[in-house]
């Protein structure tokens, strides 16, 4: 739904065509979303009481992290044909948005960056999650349109999943370690690692005879969805912490404080939604999503930013 608002959908019905979502579901998300304060509600006629979805600027503040999807998912998932073309309206080139660091605009990656504790630090031992014993349906992530950011979420979506490759980043690479770190029940630890190796995320290795024994490490390809995490750690920090991040990161490469931005790798200016306009590389027709317009596109954000 995040995604659909990006390409303009306000409407409920707009939603509902978009991704052919249940009414009773489509209505409960947008209510939690408008909650969550990604969606604002706003009155589309003075003689009606209908409203439609728009944005916030928290939910705005997503674009980046969806540009750093979807750039993982261009890479890794699209077989060589991304779903999309970007044209950057500030440069007026077709562009690929890159994770930078926002002090010396050098593209970041996962051994680059040292940690700290933040003013939020605080380990709190997991609780034991319920209801995650089955991984949610991800196949529900390939509704609608095709999308790499849906792709990269397939990998990451699944909390446990997520989890997992967010401890891998922190240096986790063995089967007890991961289990204490996440109070994860075995099976379910080895029901995901044995999909993320089978997704490519990881590689396992062995390191040790009788008995034999195996690590887990991330690939090329997992260390390459950094850029996205950190891009969603940097949202989180912002609108979720209360002014208390959790962690603090350095650039190596500059020695400053690591402040992530997508940026355009043409021009360098950082990305935003309203900065963007969209190729497709498919018929809307067969996927039975709308056409997008630039023009409509372009006339809706000046009423939004009106
Ligand atoms: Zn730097
Ligand atoms: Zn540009």
């Known amino acids: 739904m995040i995604r659909e608002a990006f390409f303009g959908a306000r409407r409920f019905e707009g939603f509902r065509a978009a991704l052919g979502i249940p009414r009773a579901t489509l209505t409960d998300r947008l209510a939690r979303l408008t909650r969550q304060g990604i969606f604002r509600q706003v009155r589309y006629s003075k003689s009606s009481s209908r409203v439609e979805y728009r944005l916030t600027e928290a939910g705005l503040e997503l674009y980046p992290s969806f540009m750093a999807m979807m750039q993982f998912g261009d890479r890794w998932l699209a077989g060589g044909r991304p779903p999309l073309r970007l044209i950057h ?18 593209r970041v990656s996962a051994t680059g ?4 504790n933040g003013p939020g630090a605080g380990y709190r031992a997991a609780r034991p999650m319920h209801r995650a014993r089955r991984s949610s349906d991800s196949t529900q992530y390939l509704r609608g349109r095709p999308s790499s950011v849906s792709r990269t979420l397939q990998i990451i979506g699944d909390r446990w999943s997520f989890l997992i490759i967010r401890e891998a980043f922190f240096g986790a690479r063995r089967f007890e370690r991961l289990q204490s770190e996440l109070n994860i029940a075995s099976n379910i630890l080895a029901d995901r690692l044995g999909r993320l190796v089978g997704q490519g995320v990881f590689e396992r290795r062995k390191y040790q005879d009788q008995p034999e024994r195996f690590e887990y490490r991330l690939t090329t390809m997992g260390m390459d969805l950094y850029g996205a995490l950190v891009t969603m750690m940097t949202w989180g920090d912002r609108w979720l912490s209360r002014g208390r991040p959790p962690l603090i990161l350095t650039h190596r490469d500059c020695g400053k404080d690591f402040v992530p931005t997508v940026e355009c790798d043409r021009c360098h200016q950082p990305i935003k939604a309203q900065d963007m306009q969209y190729r497709l590389n498919y018929a809307p027709a067969d996927f039975g999503v709308p056409e997008l317009s630039d ?12």
Do not use: D
Not at 295 to 306: P, T
């Open 295 to 306: 023009r409509s596109k372009a006339i809706r954000e000046r009423q939004n930013r009106l």
């Open 89 to 106: 309206v500030l440069c007026g080139k077709e562009c690929y948005p890159t994770v930078a660091c926002s002090a010396c605009h050098q």
């Open 113 to 116: 960056v040292t940690y700290r």
